[in-house]
């Protein structure tokens, strides 16, 4: 297992669709190892392989509580079947838009067909925490970010400042 770069927005890779996974195999399995060690690592309770440039559908979550055991969550090829016309609001974060925060309205409940670790196939009926962050993911997978959803000026005033903490970043890194 190994610790992969996340990538951070502004980045065109994060707005490439990613692709359906034929099958789950040594090779998927070993990256969704890497995702859950990544997002542990970040911390973090969601991750898309996109995240770390891989354009496979394919997600990680854990959403268990700090002092409750790991529960770690894979899917392959996640696709929403069912969503409620209930709406649910939650403050939103992103590993690839690090510190910013927003609220966002998505579907209260959905159902979620994907193949779990074992290339198993299964339905997930989804509700409160679980339904927003695979919603989320998933919405990683076809190259949307939460931000998309907020106004424009909201949107470009946060991508500003994740370019500006990008340069920084990079003026320390060149200082030897
Ligand atoms: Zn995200």
Redesign the pocket.
Known sequence: MAIRKIITEPDPILRIKSELVKKVDGEIKSLMKDMLETMYAAPGI?LAAV?IGVHKRVVVMDLAKDDSPKNPMYFVNPEVIWKSEKKSIYEEG???LPKQFAEIERPEECHIKYLDFEGKERILKAEGLVATCIQ?EID?LNGVLFIDYLSKLKKSFIIKKLKKAKKENEEVHTIF
């Open positions: 969601g995240q992103c590993l690839s989320h990683h």
